[in-house]
C-alpha cells in the first residue's frame, strides 16, 4: 500500500511492506508556523502507538509529534537538523521525520484515508 | 500533535482592522480579549527580517489610550508612577510604571505631554490592553478632582517599526522627520488631526500613530502599498521585543515585580527619589540602597532546544534558583533566547544555570539584555 493515512493529531503514515514513515500534515504545519528545530528519537529507539516520534519547536512554542503505529526506528531524517523548515516547505516530501519497521501494518487501516481527514480538518477549523 | 485551532473569537473584541488582517491572510488568535493576527501568510520569522531590515506595520489598536485633562495633569499622575512627569516638556514622551502601594508593577505605559486640537495640553497615555478600562478607572479614581480621564476609545493605533520607518512615514508627515527617540506631535494628514511619536516596541527606529478609527483602514492600506513596507503580526511582535530586551507586562513584569527587581531602576528619576512620594517609595528606594533578592536577567539556552515561559531554573546543585517568564527562538541570533528572574547572586552574566525541559538537562548562561543592539534614533 502505498496511501497516506492520517491521525486525528495530524501526523500522516505511509507504509510498504513492513517499513512506515512518519510525517505531518499541511495543516499542521500550518497552525505551528516557522519550524526552527526538529528532535528525534534515536535510531534503534522502539516506540509504542502514541509515544513521542519527534518534537517540533516553532518560534513561538513545542508540539509532540505522536507515533501512530508501534515499531522500531530504522532511520530518522538527519537533513531536519540543517534545515527544520523543509517541515514547512514539504511536509510531506522531504519533512518526514522517521522511519519504522512496524509488525503489525494493517493496524494504520484504522486512520482516515485524505478524504476523511479533510474532513475533519473542516470540522475542528 | 496537540493543536489548538478551534479559535471561537466570536466575543472578541475587534480592532478597525479586522478584516483588512483577514485580507491579507493573517492567523487570527485571541490577544487579552482582541481577535488579533498572530502572523501574515510570510510566516514570524520573514516578518521579523523585515521589520529589522525595512519597515513593519503592527495594528497595535488594541492598547489603551486616553488622555489625562486638568490643571495639571502631569503633576497629578506622579502620584501614581516614579517618573517625573512634571519634567516632561511638551512635545516628549516617557516610559513609567504605575506602581501599586507595595512597589509592584499594575502596568507599564507611556505617557506623552500633548497638545490636542479640542483638550489643549494634555497628557496622553498608552497602556496594555488587558484591563485598560479598569486601570483607566483607577487612575480617575485615584486622581479624583485632579484630573479627567478621557479614553480614546474611537481611535486607532498603529506601528510602523524599522530602519526604512522614517522615509516612509515622512511621505505622510514631513515634520515626523524632525522627531527624535522618544518625542511626540499631532500632525495633520489629509485634515485629520494625528499623533505621531517616535517610539516602539522592536528595539528598532520607528513611529506610533494615534488615529481616528474610521481612518484606520485607508491610512494602513496607504502604507501597505509602500513598497518597504509589509504587514506585522503579534508573533514578530514578540521576538523583536524580546531581542531588543523589553518586558511584556503579564509575563516578565507584574504586580508581584517591582521596578527595580525587573532592572527598570531608571524608570525612578532622580528628582522622585529625593522626594520619596510615589507608591511603594519606601521599599522601592530600600531596594536601590540594600540590593534585590532577585534579578531580571538575559538567558541564553546553550544548543538549540527553547526555554518556555513557567520553566524553573535551577544551580548545579539542583536548587531552584529562578523561573523563565518569555522565550522564544531569536530570527536575528537564529538560537533561542529568553528572560527570567533569578537570585541574585546567580544573576551575574556568564553564569552557568540549568533547566529541565522534556526530561532533560538544559545547560544556560546569563547573557546581557539586550540580545540585539537598539538602533533608537537620537538626533544628529
New interface residues.
Partial sequence: MDERRYTR???WIKIDKDIAIIG?TE??QE????I??V?LPEVGKLLSKGDEAA????????????CPIGGEVIEVNDGLNDDPSVV?NDPYGKGWFIKLRVTDPESIDQLMDELDYNSFVES?? | ???D??SNTTSLKKTPLNALHKEYGA?MVEFSGFEMP??YRN???KEHEHTRLAAGLFDVSHMGQGFLTGNDPGVAIEKLVPSDIMGLSSGNVCYTLLLNDDGGIIDDLLVSNLTVSKLGPVIYVVLNAVNAQAKFCYISEKLKNLVEVKPASDRALVALQGPMSEMVISRYFPAASELVFMQAKGMTYQGVEYFVSRSGYTGEDGFEISLPEHCAEHFVRCLVNEPEVELIGL?AR??LRLEAGLCLYGNDIDESTTPIESGLNWTVSKRRRQSRNFPGANLILEQIEEGVAKLRVGLLPQG???L?PGSSLFDKGGNNIGVVTSG??S?TLKQPVAMGYLLKKYSEIGTTIYSEI?GRDLEIEVAKLPFVNTNYYRGK
Avoid at chain 1, 518534537?55 to 505522536?66: F, G
Fill in positions: 493529531d495530524h501526523e505531518i495543516f499542521a497552525q505551528l508556523g516557522d526552527v528545530f528532535e518534537v517540533l519547536e516553532s518560534v513561538k512554542a513545542a508540539a509532540e509529534v505522536y514547512n475542528v477549523t | 500533535m496537540v493543536l485551532s478551534r492567523r498572530l502572523q510566516g514570524i520569522i508573533g514578540d521576538t538549540r532546544v527553547s518556555r522564544c527562538y530570527p522534556r
